[in-house]
DNA sequence: CAGATCTGTTCAGATATGCGAACAGTGGCT
DNA sequence: AGCCACTGTTCGCATATCTGAACAGATCTG
């Protein structure tokens, strides 16, 4: 069997499974029998076997009349499982530390998939000790310097069908982003001038781990706190950071 | 079809599916081929068509050679929105930014899932803000305030195979524990004298939404912070704290 | 209260997966 | 080198899933 044939991947009920988990984790609520069906357009009997066995074995949860569905535990605790056994971020955390020490601020680790960026850690900063756990949540590509560092470093960035507008200085227009990862190419770090939240600035730079890049660190700096001094720091620092987990990298891999 | 039928649950792909994605939360690291059908019994050639479709798919990756699997970051994705999409969490999470507050300590929300309990939110001290992010990760239930709060709720607790030791406080006795469970239902709430971690005290309490409990609340205290005082207040805020979740809840559900 | 129109549920045939065995690489050992 | 033990990979038949249509239960409506 071809791997890029008509038939889609295969095994039918393997991928019909995990679509079911991405439609929930996607919607994020509770969802009636036929509303799956008319979302994902598998007939109803087949969803109705899926949905029994996924809630039997903790992956689907229901409410207390069975009829409603919704992602359940045990999908909690293998997503958790993914950033532990990640060497990468593994070996990045100490770093990570040391750059959320020395800047005082934010920073967060992401990965790219597909055409968002997922967060993979979080260290608050020591100003704002906001309980934003963003880890395993989706940013925007276009609007964060996170996702602009690791587009610039694709020779053909794949985006979203629509640069979705997240703050009046967000980049919406495709040969303006185009131009603005050509500048950080330049530079060499991404930046975010309250592009994805007002009120927020950050600095990117990729891990250069592989070719393209799939991973970067940032800073986040509420504006106000953002002197001539600290956008000049902290993208320095965030080179130095990333030059520690490069090495840490290349001696683990030998 | 009966559900405690030796058929086992129904679907037979959806089953390994999800069997799979648990085996490579629990070992978290990168597994063969042949290391994975050692350890889950199913043959080579099923288990070589159904990882090559959840590669595919993104929920498991593998190395460069591509002879090495591991979890993939869809299943993050999905992990972090059974959180998003709880509305007990959703509800309980100002309480939890109030309790942080008062207390100065660190607040965590756990559940109940078979005979462990999974944090599902957590919200660092003022003091020490370490970037442990615990959310999604499992602790004992012997050995935790959370857990004993919970096991002592239920008429007849499920426990772990064995009372695995944490520090020299922790009860490994199941008779020593029922007898803490009978003290955690005179009190009304739970408290861990460092049996979990050396240094560290808990205090929680269940949340009555429904009978058994399935979740609980907890702070947690250095042991240097603990005075007299801590002792007496923490319980009563922890208390309050649950008095205000379990409000809101009876004010959504009606 | 009957009819209409939604739900969730069951069933037997069409169809795709699951299985063991054989094949093909790879590295280690004498 | 040659053999051996071990991987990952492919392939055809037995078998279990998938499916559409029919059934049943609930809610709404005039």
Redesign the interface.
Known sequence: MD?SDTTG???????????L??F???Q???YSLSAIQQELGYPKSSLY??L???V????VETDPTGTLY????????????????DPVVGMAHET??WL?EVTGETVHFG?L??VEV?D?????S?HD?R?V?R????VPVHSTALGKALLADRPTPRLPDELERQTENTITDRRALAEELRRVRERGYAADREENSTGICCFAVVLRLQRPARDAISVSVPATRLTKAAEREIPALLMRARERIEYSAHHLLH
Chains 1, 2 share one sequence.
């Open positions: 791997s991947p295969g095994v039918k009920s393997a991928t019909r499974t995990v679509a988990l991405d929930f984790a996607r994020g609520g509770m076997a899926l029994r066995t996924l039997q074995l903790g992956w919704r992602i359940g535990m045990r999908a909690l605790l293998v997503g958790a499982s993914y950033i532990d056994g990570l530390e959320a990965r998939d597909d997922v993979l850690s979080s260290r608050p020591r000790l309980p756990v880890v395993g949540r989706r």
